[in-house]
């Protein structure tokens, strides 16, 4: 698929597994890191932030859009108050940040679409890009919003960490998964 969705039901299936496994990791990570919460919203340690980046990578614009409804419904029916402005601006920051980082890394990192050049350095690049994006627009909206307790640079920097660690932190766990399936199947045969 790389970004590239050929027809409506390959642009559901992007947007819904987005949706859904965001969801799934949004919780888990919510159970598994519980004690490293810095504030409503910000998190040492945020392994939905790789999984955004990923999905976004992988599916395009359906997984922002995916991603964006997840995001919005997890904040309106969860801590977040149940304004549905400030909780339609959360999860359109949560879906099109990582969406953002994908179009700004395609055009300045001569990323191909299709990922057929991802190196370590340019994953690198995008993880800290979109780290940046999300953090910031995450930061700006909540202090446009006024949400209490929420704004300022040592929120920033705390989403900003959380979001770079949850990203490396998720995505190894997919290479070296990959990589013991791989080894398994050698030795299967």
Same mark, same amino acid.
């Given at each position: 698929m790389s970004g590239h969705i050929r027809n409506s039901s390959e642009w559901f299936f992007g947007c819904a597994i987005s949706?859904? /496994?965001? /969801?799934?990791?949004?919780?888990i990570n919510s159970w598994l890191t519980n004690d490293l919460v810095f504030s409503l919203g910000v998190n040492w340690i945020y392994l939905p932030a790789g999984l955004r980046l990923f999905l976004t990578l992988i599916f395009g614009l359906p997984a922002a859009i995916g991603i964006a409804i997840a995001s919005f419904l997890i904040s309106y029916y969860g801590e977040f108050p149940n304004d549905l402005t400030l909780c339609i601006g &959360? *999860?359109? &920051?949560? *879906?099109?940040?990582p969406y953002l980082a994908r179009i700004f890394v395609i055009s300045n990192v +001569?990323?191909?679409?299709?990922?057929?050049?991802?190196?370590?350095?340019? !994953?690198l690049i995008c993880i800290c890009v979109y780290a940046a994006l999300s953090a910031g627009l995450h930061q700006w909206w909540f202090s446009t919003a006024a949400l209490e307790n929420t704004g300022g640079m040592n929120h920033f920097f705390v989403m900003f960490i959380g979001? &770079?660690? *949850?990203? !490396?932190?998720?995505?190894?766990?997919?290479k070296y998964s990959l990589d013991f399936l791989k080894?398994? +199947?050698k030795t299967a045969h």
């Open positions: 949706a859904l /496994a965001y /969801a799934f990791l949004f919780f &959360v *999860g359109l &920051v949560s *879906g099109f940040a +001569r990323l191909e679409p299709d990922m057929s050049n991802l190196s370590l350095q340019k !994953l979001d &770079v660690l *949850g990203s !490396l932190l998720l995505i190894s766990l997919i080894k398994t +199947r």
